[in-house]
């Protein structure tokens, strides 16, 4: 049987998705949040459908999850300007709150979305296909970075409270905020890619306006009530609809401090080109990547093959850090490819739901994508070469691996953030280091190989091309206190921990001249906690 005829089987009727699992009924959002207010939509909805279909009397059909609300310009601007009106030029509560009050209001929040964990998991695997196993953990990854962003604000501020002599000035060096951020996560990492902007955003005293991705959107239903209740009004804004019809207003009106976007280059450049003070706008950016892998010829073929699985094909591919490009020595070449191509074969394709799944339905239309690039590749010389490659059913895309890849095709090029693992063999070092510096990407690599030597003399010029270098392991984002940053086109800012607070703040100074009276003035600040930025206070 062919693996489309095994993957048709595998999409459920009604009837067979287990309880735990299903979503009886569409739900039918008409709230959003603006200015602390829960506003009821009674306009035009769009239907939100899972990649996973589900078998009926009329056949098999994508899973209608919900209706969210289609807002306008009109509410796409109420947001930004109650976002405004919150941080009020740095006078509103929010931003002039104590760095334990704001703590206390993120810990609430944090619990009150861990009340919700069953739905929000069963909405996030229902909305993009993920597997549930996965789901789960993209939220509890969530929570544990909620609690890691704390962590590290606590120990920022612990080191900023006390104050500084230097050449007769007295001075306390603080972090504020910035303003007004308008942040959007990516459809693969809906919730926690998303969260890696926006706790820091918040934490740090900016006010937010917030798009959900699509897909991705109605996991954050569950949250709506949450963001309400736990922080004050205008702090946190949700916009719905089209990004063509929300987001474009919202740019030129200048009142944008902070870009946070996860997503492709080309939307970020359009988005920061239409704020007219470009010199104003900070930006935190995670955008495109095509990391290579690097495979010598001393590789450990059985740790290689399990790793570039992982990193090729873990959630389908369709990870940012995923290896997108394989440069594979000749000496190994034939090798590599069997192990290789067996492995991705027995990949268990299926509902995400089951156990030990991990290939699961891709977005509607993706399939029709990766097929144009396969076709591409062999017009200019390769071949599919795992038996169960390229072949659909609905919106399952089998695992794929083309070879040889060489620079006329599509694949060479483009990040194609899906299922298909493109193999390029080379004979000198220089093939994959050159298409490292030409390439237009600068997030990761990995090299697997046990020459010490070349190894060592790879390192050194490859640090100065991507951000990352992974020795015997997958690219990958974590763990979340290391730096996630990239070059070129890949990204601006950087997103760990720690960095993202700096990303989201500025340093600030209060100062004065080493004299009695100003000695004596800050003394009583401090003592009567008369300010919460002038403060030793010391947070447990």
């Given amino acids: 049987m062919q693996l489309a005829d095994r993957v048709k089987l595998t999409f459920p009727k009604a009837a067979d998705i287990p309880a735990e699992f299903d979503i009886p009924k569409p739900i039918d959002q008409k709230l959003y949040l603006i200015n602390g207010e829960l506003r009821y939509w009674e306009g035009a909805q769009e239907e939100a459908y899972s990649p996973i279909y589900v078998g009926g009397e009329s056949g098999s059909s994508p899973k209608l999850i919900g209706k969210f609300p289609l807002l306008t310009e009109k509410e796409s601007l109420e947001a930004l300007d109650a976002a405004v009106k919150a941080y ?26 861990e009340e919700r964990r069953d739905e929000i998991v069963n909405l996030l695997m229902w909305e993009i296909g993920k597997s549930y196993k996965d789901s789960a953990k993209e939220f509890d990854r969530t929570i544990q970075y909620i609690g890691d962003t704390i962590d590290a604000l606590k120990d920022l501020d612990r080191s900023s409270s006390r104050f500084v002599i230097e050449q007769g000035i007295i001075g306390q060096i603080r972090r504020s905020s910035l303003g007004v951020a308008l942040c959007m996560g990516p459809s693969n990492y809906p919730l926690n890619e998303t969260f890696t902007t926006f706790i820091p955003a918040i934490i740090m005293g900016n006010t937010v306006v917030f798009k959900p991705p699509r897909p991705g959107v109605m996991l954050y239903y569950p949250m709506l009530e949450a963001f309400r209740d736990s922080f004050p009004p205008g702090v946190i804004n949700t916009i719905y609809g089209a990004g063509r019809e929300v987001i474009p207003p919202l740019m030129p009106t200048g009142k944008v401090d902070i870009l946070a976007f996860i997503g492709s280059s080309k939307v970020a450049d359009s988005l920061k080109k239409q704020h007219p003070k470009s010199h104003r706008l900070r930006c935190a950016l995670g955008l495109d990547a095509k990391n290579p892998g690097i495979i010598l010829p001393s590789a450990d073929l059985d740790l290689t093959v399990q790793e570039c699985l992982l990193g090729t094909l873990s959630y389908n591919g369709q990870r940012c850090t995923a290896l997108k490009m394989l440069f594979v020595h000749t000496q190994i070449l034939d090798r590599f490819l069997e192990k290789f191509t067996k492995a ?16 699961t339905p891709v977005p509607e239309g993706r399939a029709k994508y990766f097929l144009e690039l396969i076709a591409d590749a062999e017009k200019h010389g390769a071949q599919v070469i795992n038996a169960d490659g390229a072949q659909t059913s609905n919106t399952f895309f089998s695992p794929t691996v083309v070879y040889p890849v060489n620079s006329q095709m599509r694949l060479y090029r483009e990040e194609q953030f899906g299922p298909v693992v493109p193999i390029v063999p080379f004979n000198d070092i220089e093939t994959p280091i050159q298409y490292i510096a030409d390439s237009q990407y600068g997030q990761q690599v990995s090299i697997f190989g046990q020459d010490i030597d070349l190894i060592a003399k790879l390192i050194d010029p490859l640090v100065n091309q991507v951000c990352r270098v992974n020795i015997n392991s997958q690219c990958q984002r974590g763990p979340d206190s290391f730096p996630f940053n990239g070059r070129k086109d890949s990204a601006e ?5 720690s960095d993202a607070l700096r990303t989201f703040s500025i340093r600030t100074i209060v100062a004065t001249k080493e004299a009695s009276a100003n000695k004596a003035m800050v003394t009583k600040i ?7 930025f002038l403060s030793t206070d010391f947070i447990l």
């Fill in 344 to 359: 991705v074969d027995g990949l268990k394709c299926g509902m995400p739901w089951e156990p030990d799944v991990k290939i």
């Fill in 88 to 113: 009020d030029k740095g006078r509103g509560i929010w931003p002039t709150m104590s760095v334990s009050d704001r703590i206390e209001r993120v810990q609430d929040f944090a619990y009150r979305m």
């Fill in 526 to 532: 401090v003592r009567e906690h008369k300010s919460n």
């Fill in 493 to 497: 800012s950087t997103l760990s921990v």
